[in-house]
């Protein structure tokens, strides 16, 4: 099957002001997050990987980074999946992660994240973590498949999304339960790497955010208390 370079947006408004911006429209990349973004375009290329499709979440942040990394790339089938959209936080949507810190869901999020369900507002829909991971997965396995009945077995594309649903597929794909997804680190504008094969998915890479990715040609064959994980994923470690 397909190679997935699920990549996170590049750093965003909402991520330097600190809040969740959950699905809010006209959350776009900062110019630190316009460079993150040209620079996944620059190292995909530089590695010679012949990307078959951009798919990307709807969000303008998602979109916005997809369009610079084709940019970089040229002419390549481009597409938007709901299934890849970021978590609906629901009431907890647009409001500053100091202050949602305190709540009592947030220590759910951080240590039974499997129990976590946000609840919803009259402006946006919640849902919980897990039905999230649920549509992520469908959302990759029927590009998987597409790409793979249009562009053979050792195809490899682009899935553009948001810090806690590619958090929660890679945990996925190394087998651990949602409950342990917050052990694992994505910035924005990082690749995490994903071969999913006919018997489990191989983990390529996690949260590289500069290495050659050359090596990956598919085979022939904030708040809360330290050690807390910022819901969303936060603003990465770019000053």
């Given at each position: 099957m397909p190679t997935v370079l699920f990549v996170r947006h590049g750093r965003s408004s909402a991520n330097t002001a600190g809040t969740l911006a959950?699905?809010?429209?006209g959350v776009f990349l900062d110019a630190t997050g316009e460079g993150q973004a040209d620079e996944v375009g620059k190292r995909v290329a530089a590695a010679g990987l012949e990307v078959s499709r951009i798919v990307?979440?709807?969000?303008?942040?998602c979109v916005q980074t997809g369009d610079r990394i084709a940019a970089v790339l040229g002419p390549v089938a481009r597409s938007v999946h709901e299934g890849l959209g970021e978590c609906r936080y629901g009431a907890w949507t647009g409001r500053p992660l100091s202050e949602l810190a305190r709540d009592e869901l947030w220590k759910v999020v951080q240590?039974?994240?499997s129990e976590a369900a946000f609840p919803s507002s009259a402006a946006y829909e919640g849902e919980s973590l897990a039905q999230m991971q649920a549509r992520a997965?469908?959302?990759?396995?029927?590009t998987d498949e597409?790409?793979?009945?249009?562009?053979?077995?050792?195809?490899?594309?682009v899935a553009i999304s948001h810090g806690d649903v590619i958090k929660s597929l890679l945990a996925h794909a190394v087998?651990?339960?949602?409950?342990?997804?917050?052990?694992?680190?994505?910035?924005?504008?990082?690749?995490?790497?994903?071969?999913y094969t006919s018997r489990r998915p191989l983990v390529l890479r996690i949260n590289d955010t500069g290495g050659d990715l050359a090596g990956l040609r598919p085979p022939e064959a904030?708040?809360?208390?330290?050690?807390d994980?910022?819901?969303?994923?936060g603003a990465g470690t770019v000053g």
């Open positions: 959950g699905w809010m429209p990307s979440s709807p969000l303008d942040r240590d039974r994240p997965l469908r959302a990759v396995r029927e597409r790409v793979a009945n249009e562009h053979g077995a050792h195809a490899v594309w087998g651990a339960h949602l409950d342990d997804f917050q052990r694992i680190q994505v910035d924005p504008g990082s690749v995490s790497v994903v071969h904030a708040g809360g208390q330290e050690g994980a910022v819901v969303g994923g």
